[in-house]
């Protein structure tokens, strides 16, 4: 077998292995428009292409028929490379957005690892759709009391802020009129961002067509932003988009 050969065949399952994991990062873990990696996203993403695309090079430069310690060679780099894969996969699967909590004015998109587990007494806190994350409200305490005990608890003993505490948690579904009541037209999105009235425009189309029966509301993800848009008659998440949902009133 010549050096081209062996780097081929080593190519070909690396190759099946790359396009199931991309099904699996960008159609489940991370659908749009969750696709804007933060720099640790960034960085597990750039470990599974680099090792994919060394594997192969290194067996062709270690190649050589009846090469004493060939086979043991071809295992290192076989395992070395599966462990750079893998380590990968494992940081997007553990990064992935799993919750995303409406508080104050926006969505905000976590990971299973920005929310203490234990806090979560109630399972449906944990059952998560196939693809994308679980759709939360977080609420603001109404008792005097009880909000100046959560202000006390985030200023000044270090306990995390309101989205990140299942306690004051509910389902989307069941807080859904009040997102709608402090959405904002897509229409304002539109006029307020001249450089995306394309893909406004397309988006609306998808829906029906009519601007008016759209709201929507920022959302952030890591260090990335986009629009949540949602139904204006009955609050149901429709769509996303990626474009600057900050608007000046």
């Given at each position: 077998?010549?050096?081209?050969?062996?780097?081929?065949?080593?190519?070909?399952?690396?190759?099946?292995?790359?396009a199931v994991l991309a099904a699996l990062i960008f159609w489940i873990w991370y659908p749009y428009p969750f696709w804007q990696f933060g720099k640790s996203g960034k960085f597990a993403l750039t470990l599974i292409l680099t090792a994919a695309c060394i594997g192969?090079?290194?067996t062709w430069v270690v190649y050589k028929k009846g090469k004493w310690g060939l086979v043991f060679d071809?295992?290192?780099?076989?395992?070395?490379?599966?462990?750079?894969?893998?380590?990968?996969?494992?940081?997007?699967?553990?990064?992935?957005?799993?919750f995303m909590v409406y508080t104050l004015d926006r969505f905000e998109v976590l990971s299973k690892r920005?929310?203490?587990?234990?806090w979560i007494t109630d399972p449906k806190f944990l059952n998560k759709p196939f693809a994308g994350p679980l759709m939360l409200f977080a609420n603001m305490p109404q008792d005097p009391v009880a909000y100046q005990k959560l202000v006390r608890e985030v200023m000044f003993e270090g306990k995390p802020d309101l989205q990140f505490r299942p306690e004051f948690w509910s389902l989307y579904s069941e807080r859904k009129q009040y997102v709608l009541e402090k959405s904002r037209p897509l229409v304002d999105l539109r006029d307020g961002r001249p450089d995306s009235i394309g893909a406004i425009d397309k988006l609306v189309k998808n829906h029906g067509g009519d601007i008016n029966q759209l709201k929507f509301v920022p959302a952030l993800q890591s260090d990335a932003q986009f629009a949540v848009i949602l139904d204006a008659r009955s609050g149901e998440v429709l769509d996303s988009l990626i474009v600057n949902p900050w608007l000046k009133d």
């Amino acid at each position: 077998m010549s050096k081209s050969r062996a780097a081929l065949t080593h190519l070909k399952p690396i190759l099946l292995l790359i396009a199931v994991l991309a099904a699996l990062i960008f159609w489940i873990w991370y659908p749009y428009p969750f696709w804007q990696f933060g720099k640790s996203g960034k960085f597990a993403l750039t470990l599974i292409l680099t090792a994919a695309c060394i594997g192969p090079a290194l067996t062709w430069v270690v190649y050589k028929k009846g090469k004493w310690g060939l086979v043991f060679d071809l295992w290192v780099i076989a395992l070395v490379q599966l462990v750079a894969v893998g380590w990968g996969t494992m940081s997007l699967y553990q990064n992935r957005p799993f919750f995303m909590v409406y508080t104050l004015d926006r969505f905000e998109v976590l990971s299973k690892r920005d929310v203490d587990l234990a806090w979560i007494t109630d399972p449906k806190f944990l059952n998560k759709p196939f693809a994308g994350p679980l759709m939360l409200f977080a609420n603001m305490p109404q008792d005097p009391v009880a909000y100046q005990k959560l202000v006390r608890e985030v200023m000044f003993e270090g306990k995390p802020d309101l989205q990140f505490r299942p306690e004051f948690w509910s389902l989307y579904s069941e807080r859904k009129q009040y997102v709608l009541e402090k959405s904002r037209p897509l229409v304002d999105l539109r006029d307020g961002r001249p450089d995306s009235i394309g893909a406004i425009d397309k988006l609306v189309k998808n829906h029906g067509g009519d601007i008016n029966q759209l709201k929507f509301v920022p959302a952030l993800q890591s260090d990335a932003q986009f629009a949540v848009i949602l139904d204006a008659r009955s609050g149901e998440v429709l769509d996303s988009l990626i474009v600057n949902p900050w608007l000046k009133d």
